[in-house]
């Protein structure tokens, strides 16, 4: 393997044009004046205006604080105080209602303090949701609750649209990209696991690029996923949030973003969103599977 250079500099095909349009300025305010956090702010995501603008938006639940100590991950840390807010689901749901989303991403940090991971309080705030926004397509994006089978089911009974967790990087550089306990292959089976419990939920997932992988690892990786059942694909260039977390290793040109999702599709994925600035919640990806599970309601399928 040969060695490879760290980068400082971002390339030309990295920068973003300011958003401005009308969907943005409207969940800009209506975001502020309902009080409701976004990851999409706070993780200042690149794909802000674009995913605004066709009103889609991702938020977190649970806290602000992961007990999960994952060195690409900006979001603040800690060991968890043990407590949540018990009207969280019910205020979450009403705050999106008046939005009317066409999609939304409801996400939060790990919570290895609570006894179910914050199943219950996910799943509850899932059905709430549902239950105020209909129309709404709803994707949650979990962690992988400890490995717990039970804990998984719980959100799975809730019957979301989408069910995503992301393992990030590749094998080999797992162990140092991930939290210790955020392995690779309990990854893939909660994933997996979402299929056995309901057949029709979809599953979803995201890599980074730019951390140290090799093509081939990347390659061997989609297979993994695919022959774990996962039927969306996020792939995007990591960009380094501080000093204090790791460096980028290279950036990827777009031709291999391009390349890559071609190989996914023929591999079997439903949907691969795949560019420098594409993230696991990205509205290029989230139109798609809108329209195809419309699609199989259509047809008869029911979540």
Same mark, same amino acid.
């Given at each position: 393997?040969?060695?490879?250079?760290?980068?400082?500099?971002?390339?030309?095909?990295?920068?973003?044009?300011?958003?401005?349009?009308?969907?943005?300025?409207?969940?800009?305010?209506?975001?502020? !004046?309902?009080?409701?956090?976004?990851?999409?702010?706070?993780?200042?995501?690149?794909?802000?205006?674009? $995913?605004?603008?066709? *009103?889609?938006?991702?938020?977190?639940?649970?806290?602000?604080? $992961?007990?999960?100590? $994952?060195?690409?991950?900006? =979001?603040?840390?800690?060991?968890?105080?043990?407590?949540?807010?018990?009207?969280?689901?019910?205020?979450?749901?009403?705050?999106? *209602?008046?939005?009317?989303?066409?999609?939304?991403?409801?996400?939060?940090?790990?919570?290895?303090?609570? %006894?179910?991971?914050?199943?219950?309080?996910?799943?509850?705030?899932?059905?709430?949701?549902? !239950?105020?926004?209909?129309?709404?397509?709803?994707?949650?994006?979990?962690?992988?609750?400890?490995?717990?089978?039970?804990?998984?089911?719980?959100?799975?009974?809730?019957?979301? &649209?989408?069910?995503?967790?992301?393992?990030?990087?590749?094998?080999?550089?797992?162990? +140092?990209?991930?939290? +210790?306990?955020?392995?690779?292959?309990?990854?893939?089976?909660?994933?997996?696991?979402?299929?056995?419990?309901?057949?029709?939920?979809?599953?979803?997932?995201?890599?980074?690029?730019?951390?140290? !992988?090799?093509?081939?690892? =990347?390659?061997?990786?989609?297979?993994?996923?695919?022959?774990?059942?996962?039927?969306?694909?996020?792939?995007?260039?990591?960009?380094?949030?501080?000093?204090?977390?790791?460096?980028?290793?290279?950036?990827?040109? %777009?031709?291999?973003?391009?390349?890559?999702?071609?190989?996914?599709? &023929?591999?079997?994925?439903?949907?691969?969103?795949?560019?420098?600035?594409?993230?696991?919640?990205?509205?290029?990806?989230?139109?798609?599977?809108?329209?195809?599970?419309?699609?199989?309601?259509?047809?008869?399928? !029911?979540?």
């Amino acid at each position: 393997m040969q060695a490879q250079k760290k980068y400082d500099k971002k390339p030309e095909w990295i920068k973003v044009r300011p958003a401005a349009s009308e969907g943005y300025f409207y969940l800009k305010e209506k975001t502020r !004046e309902l009080g409701l956090s976004t990851v999409c702010q706070e993780a200042r995501c690149p794909n802000i205006g674009e $995913c605004w603008s066709q *009103k889609t938006l991702t938020i977190m639940i649970m806290g602000d604080t $992961c007990t999960r100590f $994952c060195k690409f991950c900006n =979001v603040k840390t800690g060991k968890g105080t043990g407590w949540l807010d018990d009207n969280e689901p019910a205020h979450t749901a009403r705050l999106l *209602k008046p939005l009317n989303l066409n999609y939304v991403v409801i996400t939060s940090v790990d919570r290895d303090d609570l %006894p179910d991971n914050g199943a219950s309080h996910f799943a509850k705030t899932i059905r709430m949701t549902k !239950e105020e926004c209909p129309k709404t397509t709803l994707e949650v994006l979990i962690g992988d609750l400890q490995g717990s089978l039970e804990n998984l089911r719980t959100i799975v009974d809730s019957k979301p &649209d989408v069910i995503s967790h992301n393992l990030e990087t590749v094998q080999r550089l797992t162990p +140092r990209v991930r939290d +210790r306990r955020a392995t690779y292959f309990q990854s893939l089976t909660q994933l997996k696991r979402v299929k056995e419990i309901n057949p029709q939920i979809f599953t979803k997932s995201a890599l980074m690029l730019g951390l140290g !992988e090799e093509k081939q690892e =990347v390659i061997a990786t989609m297979r993994d996923m695919r022959s774990h059942g996962i039927d969306f694909l996020s792939i995007g260039q990591y960009l380094r949030p501080s000093e204090n977390h790791l460096p980028v290793i290279r950036y990827a040109e %777009p031709k291999e973003f391009d390349e890559l999702k071609l190989i996914g599709e &023929d591999m079997g994925f439903l949907m691969v969103a795949s560019g420098p600035l594409v993230r696991s919640s990205y509205k290029a990806g989230e139109f798609f599977i809108k329209e195809y599970i419309a699609k199989h309601r259509k047809d008869g399928y !029911e979540v």
